[in-house]
């Protein structure tokens, strides 16, 4: 899979809540997908318990151009709880898509971006995006996708999708953005 | 019985005199009645043109923002000398001013401007300090009036002033989902901000060379962090740490040879050392928890830095030497992004209680522990080159704005923040 075809994926990230009124979107999309896609969604988002009525999803849309038909509908977006790096027991199944492609795709090759909220210092979160990172690693390792697939980013504080200081905020804000390059 | 009265009075000024000489040296302990009353007369200016700068405003400003003194305000005074033959000192009695300040500008035939000013002791009716002839261009009148205020404020407390120091720091300008962030420097007060670099990409981290010369700072590029260092004069930008993983939170050493860094290229966050002109790394750190945020103890020999080895963040010490490793952090829930005070006296942190996040001094003697700010998500404490007052990001009214607290914890300001967030602030040292 070359860099080229990148803009042939087309992730979508929106969040039902949002799309209900707020006038907030969530990451890089295209708008037109949104709104297409924001039943099948919103209906996704429920999967995602952890008392958050407002966690948002980012899947991979079904392209026939990209080879990649087995990550349909699966969710790019993993989040975690505060000052915590342990993937979510709600993450395992789309996780095991992700190491299925990756397993079957020797030359794929994943960025696991890793995020945190804006509570505590920027360095230190730095370091706390990273771990959240490598645990997604280390989930898809342990199912036999190669190192080499892998790289893990941290992004620290510095790029929040909701920007209020609020708990609801801060949880879509502390996640790991898988990206396929 | 005149004569009684008159020796009363005379004997009252020798009281007021030797005081007066004994508050020279101010306790930095100042509560709000302690302050030290000055009136700063405005300048007299001869120039045909407008003045670009009110140069007495400028230095009202900066000793009133050190939290020790209490200038007269303006409107107050009975009369507004300009040469010290013409200072009823009597006037200044009445208005209990202890000091005052006079001064001129003229402007030069080289479209230079020349200031003179001269501080004088209200109670000795002498003059304390004089200075004939600073002579500046006019986009330096402000270095001028910062010159004054370290002037008066280290004759008149025994300390060195800093309001001839700049401030680095980061703002994310226009739309939040995809900012402009840009590095810029600025007076300590906030004046003259000048953009550095700017990026769609985030910045962070920006610290100085201890000779104010250059700056390191990491910034995105390709959506990976690196290591930068730069030159402020002639703006030369040097990449430093371009390593799989973390590249961060830079800090030079007091003698400018090494820089401090974190990088996790051997699996996790570690502190490394950079020497610069040998460009060898060495590995200071080594612990499965996050190692991260170093800074150097001002005689060189530790590193302090923050980790989560013992559960929660603390602050620890690196002996640079042995590599040994101790705690130094115990009060709080948590605590990171240790800076220490100049005389090594005073630990600086960002601590967590109750949920809340504050920035926290530690006296390194007594172990005494207490809490500076009230403000909200407070982080990134910068201690002045003086270690009087810490500069630090907060949140307010939803934006992230700069604010100072002197070190006693007495004396709060905000800075007046421009558009976007403010976040980040780096205070320079003294520059030579």
Redo the contacts between chains.
């Keep these: 899979m070359s860099v080229n075809k990148l803009g042939k994926f087309a992730v979508i990230g929106l969040s039902a809540a949002w799309i209900a009124g707020c006038s907030t979107?969530a990451t890089d999309t295209d708008s037109s997908t949104v709104a297409e896609d924001a039943n099948s969604a919103a209906n996704t988002d429920s999967a995602y318990g952890a008392g958050q009525d407002s966690a948002m999803t980012s899947v991979i849309v079904e392209d026939k151009d990209t080879g990649m038909d087995s990550l349909a509908g699966v969710e790019t977006v993993f989040y975690f709880d505060f000052d915590k790096s342990i993937v979510r027991p709600e993450s395992r199944e789309a996780l095991a898509k992700h190491a299925a492609y990756l397993v079957s795709n020797p030359d794929a090759r994943v960025?696991l971006?890793g995020h945190a909220d804006?509570?505590?210092?920027?360095?230190?979160n730095?370091?706390?995006g990273?771990?959240r990172a490598?645990a997604i690693s280390r989930y898809l390792t342990i199912q036999g996708v190669a190192a080499s697939q892998i790289?893990?980013?941290?992004?620290?504080e510095?790029?929040p999708?909701a920007?209020g200081?609020d708990s609801n905020a801060w949880q879509l804000n502390r996640r790991v953005e898988v990206r396929y390059e | 019985m005149m004569f009684k009265k008159w020796l009363s009075i005379l004997f009252t000024c020798l009281v007021f005199v030797s005081s007066a000489r004994a508050q020279l040296v101010i306790e930095i302990t100042s509560g709000a009645d302690q302050l030290l009353p000055i009136a700063i007369v405005p300048f007299g200016y001869t120039g045909m043109d407008a003045l670009p700068e009110d140069v007495a405003q400028i230095v009202e400003d900066d000793l009133a923002r050190s939290g020790l003194f209490k200038p007269v305000p303006r409107a107050n005074m009975l009369s507004m000398p300009t040469k010290q033959e013409d200072v009823f000192y009597r006037d200044w009695r009445l208005l209990k001013s202890d000091y005052v300040v006079i001064g001129t500008v003229q402007k030069l035939p080289n479209s230079q401007y020349r200031i003179g000013f001269e501080l004088l002791n209200v109670l000795s009716e002498k003059p304390v300090e004089r200075h004939n002839s600073i002579d500046v261009s006019a986009r330096n009148l402000r270095d001028a009036a910062h010159y004054i205020s370290d002037k008066v404020y280290e004759l008149l407390t025994g300390s060195r002033g800093a309001f001839s120091t700049r401030i680095l720091y980061v703002t994310a300008e226009g739309d939040r989902k995809s900012p402009l962030f840009k590095l810029q420097v600025a007076d300590a007060d906030g004046h003259r901000p000048q953009v550095i670099v700017e990026s769609k990409e985030p910045i962070l981290s920006p610290s100085w060379s201890m000779d104010g010369r250059s700056i390191a700072y990491v910034m995105f590029r390709n959506r990976r962090p690196n290591i930068y260092t730069q030159e402020l004069a002639t703006g030369r930008r040097q990449q430093i740490a371009q390593f799989r993983g973390l590249n961060g939170a830079p800090s030079w050493s007091p003698d400018g040879k090494k820089l401090a860094l974190v990088l996790s290229k051997d699996d996790n966050p570690e502190i490394y050392t950079l020497d610069i002109a040998t460009q060898k790394l060495e590995r200071m750190t080594n612990h499965y928890a996050i190692d991260t945020e170093p800074s150097w103890e001002p005689d060189g020999k530790g590193i302090i830095f923050t980790s989560d080895r013992g559960g929660n963040p603390q602050i620890y010490r690196l002996d640079v030497n042995s590599k040994q490793v101790e705690r130094v952090t115990f009060e709080g829930e948590l605590n990171t992004r240790a800076r220490m005070t100049p005389d090594g006296r005073f630990l600086v942190t960002v601590q967590k209680n109750d949920g809340n996040y504050h920035i926290a001094l530690q006296d390194m003697k007594t172990g005494r522990v207490q809490t500076l700010t009230e403000t909200y998500l407070d982080e990134s404490p910068s201690i002045a080159p003086n270690g009087s007052m810490v500069m630090y990001a907060t949140t307010y009214q939803g934006k992230g704005i700069l604010a100072v607290v002197s070190v006693d914890g007495l004396v709060k300001y905000r800075i007046p923040s421009a558009e976007g967030d403010v976040r980040e602030p780096s205070w320079s040292p003294y520059f030579k």
């Design positions: 979107t960025v971006e804006e509570r505590g210092t920027r360095e230190y730095m370091a706390l990273e771990r490598k790289e893990t980013v941290s992004f620290g510095e790029v999708v920007f200081h």
